[in-house]
């Protein structure tokens, strides 16, 4: 596709800044608008798998976030009142033997700002909410809440679970609550007075479980996050809760688990949303990446980096095609064999399947 292209990027999440970042080092015009006024370090912990880390060596950001973050011996599955193992899935160095790249576990802001690093300065225009997307013949008008509008010649709604972009592609589509929340806390582990934890165990219970990892090769903060099921009234994206709250879900779990939610200084709530499932990720000049098109939920711990890779594949077919039709129709036919593969749900697809199918000069994901 021509460089000069103008290419706007809607949201600034993990898909949203890959795709800047590969698609700008590959010479192409991209911006990108996001609603929030800037970005901050709220407490959250990631998985970052193979994959990932393969499309992060590719903008040579992978060493600096592989030296920060923890590389867990063994992803183990605890009973959740006995504390006996159920089951311990082996990392270490499998996933380079097996994979070619490592699997960590970071803090969700300095894999972000790994990212950051690789785009141009000036890139990002925060406060800039998409309102409104209208098409002029070979042009479309974004109109944002400010008033401003932009014009662009392709469109990557890479704006999450609530997209508007979405809305552009196939009409009306809310996210709806699952009934379940996620809790989130991250603290200094020195303040669990000398208590060790495995670096990366899931407690299952009966209708809830808990993930707890360090996110810091230092192992000096520790991470938890829950799915529980919940009631959500909010129009905020997430709340402060208290911890009797999380410790009466978490009630009759293994006394590690319940140590390290009193411990917890500070905690959250989020909710869990999901999305109708959608077989059409483009239309015209639109385009959609990540939780915008098949949003994930959280416990499957790879909606971040299905986003990353759905940038990947992206950036990689706008460069090989001759224009963005031949691209997104390259998309569609990836997603179409990734689908039956997975018996024909193709909301859920893990968009890692589509690497299967698609050749590539960017060679990330080789
Ligand atoms: C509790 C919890 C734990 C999780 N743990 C993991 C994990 O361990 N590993 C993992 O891979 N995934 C995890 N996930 C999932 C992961 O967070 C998401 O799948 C991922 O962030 C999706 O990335 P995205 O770039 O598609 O969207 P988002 O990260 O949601 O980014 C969308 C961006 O668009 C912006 N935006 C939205 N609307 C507009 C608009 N109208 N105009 C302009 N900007 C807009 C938003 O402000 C945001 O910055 C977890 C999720 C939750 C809730």
Redo the contacts with the bound molecule.
Sequence with gaps: MRRETRIAI???????VTAAALLQREGFRARV????RSFERIG????VSANVMKVLRHMDADHRLSQIGIHPDAFTSRKWDTGEVLFDLPLGNIGGQKYGASYITVHRYDLHAAILEKIQPGTIEFG???TNVEFDGSVVHLRFGDGSVVDADVVIG???????VREAVVGPSASRFTGAV?H?AIYPSKLLGGMKVRNCTKWWGPSSHILIYYIERSREEIYL?TSAKGDWHSQASWEFCSREEVASAFEGFHAEVRKVIVTAPELTK?P?LDIESICKWSKGRLVL????CH??M?YM???????IEDAAVLARCLLQSDDYTSAFASIKRAACRASLRCIGSPPKTPSYALRLTLPGSLAMTQ
């Design positions: 809607i949201g600034a999440g993990l898909g949203g608008y996001e609603q929030a959250a912990g990631i998985h800039r909410r998409l890479a704006d999450g679970v609530n997209s508007k996620a989130r996050v989020w869990i990446l990540g939780d915008a949003a994930m959280p711990a790879s909606g971040a980096a299905m986003s």
